[in-house]
C-alpha cells in the first residue's frame, strides 16, 4: 500500500484545486448579505469531508452560522485529536487594492491570492486533506474529530455555546489547529501564545444636528475634535496605556522568558521596509517582537464623523464614532477591561457631548507549555518536513475560542500554523504560499504519528 506521504505527492494537484473551489464562495461571516454563501462554503466542507472519508458529517446549526463536524474514531483506546479550523473570511474591501478579484482565486508567483487563502481556508484544508492521505494509507492510528466553524472572523459566539453544550461529542486529548504563522519558510516556528482581545465602539454625540462651523464653531463642543482628544489621552507619551487599572493582571514575563523571547530571529530593518515605514512605534522598554506579541495594546480600528466627501464643507457634525481594539495578555481578563475602558471614557467625557459605548466581542489569552507531548509532537513534525526545530513564539493574535476549549473542555491546543505574517490576512492581495500549502499536509501525518506514539 502507498504511503501517506506518497499519496500526498500524487494528488498534489487535485488538493490544489479543491481548495480553489472553497476559495470561489464569498463566506464572510460579518457581512449578512453573504448569509447564503457562508451556508454554501459550510455544506462544501461537509461534502469534501465526507468524500474524505469522514464519518457522522453534518452540519451543527446555531444562531449564527452553522459549523461543520465530522469524524473519524478508529480505536477507542487510541488519542482524540478535534481539528478546528474556520470556513469564514473576512470581508474583502478595500476592493479596489485588489490585483485580482478577491473571490477569484489565482496561482501567481507560488502563491494563491485570494481571500480566505490562509485565513483560514487553505489552512484548515490541509488537514481535511492529510486526513484523506492518512485514510487511504491506512496509516490514521488516532481519532480525528473535526470542528469547522463560521464565525471565527466575528467572534466564535455561537460556537462557544455549542462547545458548552457538547462536552461529550467534542472530547478528545488535544486540539490541532493550523490558523496562525511560521516566522519564515526556512524558519520555522510555533506559537505556544495568543493574545485575548477587547473590542467596542463608542460614540460621541454633540448638537442635535450637523451645524455651520463658523457660526456655531468656537462655541459647541466638535464631537469629532472631542473623540480625537479622548483618544489620545488614552496613550501617555511612553505609549503606555493610561485607563486606571489596565496593566493591573498583567502577567509579566521572567527576565529568562525575556531574554529567551530576545533570540528569536527578527530582522528589524527588513520589518521596517516591508511596512513602509521608517521606524517602529510602541510601549516604552520593551521590543517590537514583545510590543506585538506579550504587551496589551489600545488601538483604533476605524474612525469616522463629518464631512468625507469630494472637496470641502464647512460643518461642525453632530456625531463622531470609532471602533477600538485592545489586544490582551494572559491573566487579564477582557470582560474587566472592557468594563475598565467604558467607565474610564465615560469618565472623560467633557460637558456638551453625550458618550456612549458598546460592547462587541472578546475573549481571552492563551498560552501552551512547550513540554507537552502535543508540543512536542507538532515539534518533531516540523523538524522533520522543515529539517530545522520549530522556534517557540508568542503570537499576537486572537483565537478566543481557544482559551474557551481549554476552560469548558479542559483540553489544550497547538498552533501549528503554517502561513507567514506577510501573507496579507485580514488585507487586499491575502495570498497563501503553494509550499506553505503542501508543506502543511506533509507535517500533519507527522504530528498524528508522533502524537499516537508519545501517548504509548
Ligand atoms: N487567524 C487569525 C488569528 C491569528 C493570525 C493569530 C495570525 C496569530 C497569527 C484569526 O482568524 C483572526 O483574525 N482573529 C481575530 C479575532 C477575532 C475575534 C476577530 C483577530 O486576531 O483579530
Ligand atoms: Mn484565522
Ligand atoms: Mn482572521
Not at 104 to 131: L, N, S
Not at 161 to 171: G, M, P, R, Y
Given at each position: 500500500?502507498?504511503?501517506?506521504?506518497q499519496?500526498?505527492q500524487?494528488?498534489?494537484?487535485?488538493?490544489l484545486?479543491?481548495?480553489?473551489?472553497?476559495?470561489?464562495?464569498p463566506?464572510?461571516?460579518?457581512?449578512?448579505a453573504?448569509a447564503?454563501?457562508?451556508?454554501?462554503?459550510?455544506?462544501?466542507?461537509?461534502?469534501?469531508?465526507?468524500?474524505s472519508?469522514?464519518?457522522?458529517?453534518?452540519?451543527?446549526?446555531?444562531?449564527g452560522?452553522p459549523?461543520v463536524?465530522?469524524?473519524?474514531?478508529?480505536?477507542?483506546n487510541?488519542?482524540?485529536?478535534?481539528?478546528y479550523?474556520?470556513?469564514?473570511?473576512?470581508?474583502?474591501?478595500?476592493?479596489?487594492?485588489?490585483?485580482s478579484?478577491?473571490?477569484?482565486?489565482?496561482?501567481?508567483?507560488?502563491?494563491?491570492?485570494?481571500?480566505?487563502?490562509?485565513?483560514?481556508?487553505?489552512q484548515?484544508?490541509?488537514?481535511v486533506?492529510?486526513?484523506?492521505?492518512?485514510?487511504?494509507?491506512?496509516?490514521?492510528?488516532?481519532?480525528v474529530?473535526f470542528?469547522?466553524?463560521?464565525?471565527?472572523?466575528?467572534?466564535?459566539?455561537h460556537?462557544?455555546?455549542?462547545?458548552?453544550?457538547?462536552?461529550?461529542?467534542?472530547?478528545?486529548?488535544?486540539?490541532?489547529?493550523?490558523?496562525?504563522?511560521i516566522?519564515?519558510n526556512?524558519?520555522?516556528?510555533?506559537?505556544v501564545?495568543?493574545?485575548?482581545?477587547?473590542?467596542?465602539?463608542?460614540?460621541?454625540?454633540?448638537p442635535?444636528?450637523d451645524?455651520?462651523s463658523?457660526?456655531y464653531?468656537?462655541a459647541?463642543?466638535?464631537?469629532?475634535?472631542?473623540?480625537?482628544?479622548?483618544?489620545?489621552?488614552?496613550?501617555?507619551e511612553?505609549?503606555?496605556?493610561?485607563?486606571?487599572g489596565?496593566?493591573?493582571?498583567v502577567?509579566?514575563?521572567s527576565?529568562?522568558d525575556?531574554a529567551a523571547m530576545?533570540?528569536?530571529?527578527?530582522?528589524?530593518?527588513?520589518?521596517q521596509?516591508?511596512?513602509?515605514?521608517?521606524?517602529?512605534?510602541?510601549?516604552?522598554?520593551?521590543?517590537?517582537?514583545?510590543?506585538?506579541?506579550?504587551?496589551?495594546?489600545l488601538?483604533?480600528?476605524?474612525?469616522?464623523?463629518?464631512?468625507?466627501?469630494?472637496?470641502?464643507?464647512?460643518v461642525l457634525?453632530?456625531?463622531a464614532?470609532?471602533?477600538?481594539?485592545?489586544?490582551?495578555?494572559?491573566?487579564?481578563?477582557?470582560?474587566?477591561?472592557?468594563?475598565?475602558?467604558?467607565?474610564?471614557f465615560?469618565?472623560?467625557?467633557?460637558?456638551?457631548?453625550?458618550?456612549?459605548?458598546?460592547p462587541?466581542h472578546?475573549?481571552?489569552?492563551?498560552?501552551?507549555?512547550?513540554?507537552?507531548?502535543a508540543?512536542?509532537?507538532?515539534?518533531?513534525?516540523?523538524?522533520?518536513?522543515?529539517?530545522?526545530?520549530?522556534?517557540?513564539?508568542?503570537?499576537?493574535?486572537?483565537?478566543?475560542?481557544?482559551a474557551?476549549?481549554?476552560?469548558?473542555?479542559?483540553?489544550?491546543?497547538?498552533?501549528?500554523g503554517f502561513?507567514?505574517?506577510?501573507?496579507?490576512i485580514?488585507?487586499?492581495?491575502?495570498?497563501?504560499?503553494?509550499?506553505?500549502f503542501y508543506?502543511g499536509i506533509?507535517t500533519i501525518?507527522?504530528?498524528?504519528?508522533?502524537y499516537?506514539?508519545?501517548n504509548?
Amino acid at each position: 500500500m502507498q504511503s501517506s506521504q506518497q499519496y500526498i505527492q500524487e494528488n498534489k494537484d487535485r488538493f490544489l484545486n479543491e481548495l480553489l473551489e472553497i476559495l470561489r464562495i464569498p463566506s464572510i461571516s460579518a457581512d449578512p448579505a453573504c448569509a447564503g454563501d457562508v451556508r454554501k462554503a459550510a455544506e462544501w466542507v461537509a461534502q469534501n469531508l465526507k468524500v474524505s472519508g469522514a464519518e457522522n458529517v453534518r452540519l451543527e446549526e446555531t444562531a449564527g452560522h452553522p459549523i461543520v463536524y465530522g469524524e473519524k474514531l478508529v480505536d477507542p483506546n487510541a488519542p482524540t485529536v478535534l481539528v478546528y479550523g474556520h470556513y469564514d473570511v473576512q470581508p474583502a474591501d478595500p476592493l479596489h487594492l485588489w490585483d485580482s478579484p478577491p473571490f477569484e482565486p489565482v496561482v501567481k508567483d507560488g502563491a494563491i491570492y485570494g481571500r480566505g487563502t490562509c485565513d483560514d481556508k487553505g489552512q484548515f484544508f490541509m488537514h481535511v486533506k492529510a486526513f484523506e492521505a492518512m485514510l487511504k494509507a491506512g496509516e490514521l492510528k488516532c481519532n480525528v474529530k473535526f470542528m469547522i466553524e463560521g464565525e471565527e472572523e466575528i467572534g466564535s459566539d455561537h460556537l462557544g455555546v455549542f462547545v458548552k453544550a457538547n462536552k461529550d461529542l467534542l472530547s478528545a486529548d488535544v486540539i490541532l489547529i493550523s490558523d496562525t504563522s511560521i516566522i519564515a519558510n526556512d524558519i520555522p516556528s510555533i506559537d505556544v501564545g495568543l493574545r485575548g482581545l477587547s473590542y467596542l465602539e463608542v460614540k460621541v454625540q454633540g448638537p442635535n444636528k450637523d451645524l455651520h462651523s463658523g457660526v456655531y464653531g468656537g462655541a459647541v463642543a466638535n464631537p469629532v475634535n472631542i473623540l480625537c482628544q479622548m483618544i489620545a489621552s488614552l496613550q501617555d507619551e511612553f505609549n503606555r496605556i493610561t485607563i486606571p487599572g489596565f496593566y493591573e493582571d498583567v502577567e509579566e514575563l521572567s527576565a529568562t522568558d525575556r531574554a529567551a523571547m530576545a533570540q528569536t530571529p527578527f530582522d528589524l530593518e527588513n520589518y521596517q521596509k516591508e511596512l513602509g515605514i521608517s521606524a517602529v512605534h510602541g510601549e516604552a522598554g520593551y521590543s517590537t517582537l514583545e510590543r506585538a506579541s506579550i504587551r496589551p495594546t489600545l488601538d483604533v480600528n476605524g474612525i469616522w464623523g463629518g464631512y468625507i466627501g469630494e472637496g470641502a464643507k464647512t460643518v461642525l457634525p453632530s456625531v463622531a464614532n470609532a471602533k477600538i481594539s485592545m489586544r490582551l495578555v494572559p491573566n487579564q481578563s477582557s470582560e474587566k477591561i472592557t468594563e475598565l475602558f467604558t467607565k474610564h471614557f465615560l469618565s472623560i467625557a467633557p460637558k456638551g457631548v453625550q458618550v456612549t459605548v458598546t460592547p462587541h466581542h472578546g475573549g481571552e489569552a492563551y498560552v501552551m507549555p512547550t513540554d507537552s507531548i502535543a508540543y512536542q509532537a507538532a515539534a518533531e513534525a516540523m523538524e522533520k518536513t522543515f529539517g530545522s526545530t520549530p522556534v517557540p513564539t508568542r503570537g499576537g493574535g486572537s483565537i478566543p475560542i481557544v482559551a474557551l476549549f481549554e476552560k469548558e473542555l479542559g483540553i489544550k491546543s497547538v498552533l501549528m500554523g503554517f502561513g507567514l505574517d506577510s501573507d496579507d490576512i485580514h488585507s487586499p492581495n491575502e495570498h497563501y504560499g503553494l509550499f506553505n500549502f503542501y508543506k502543511g499536509i506533509e507535517t500533519i501525518p507527522y504530528f498524528f504519528d508522533n502524537y499516537y506514539r508519545l501517548n504509548q
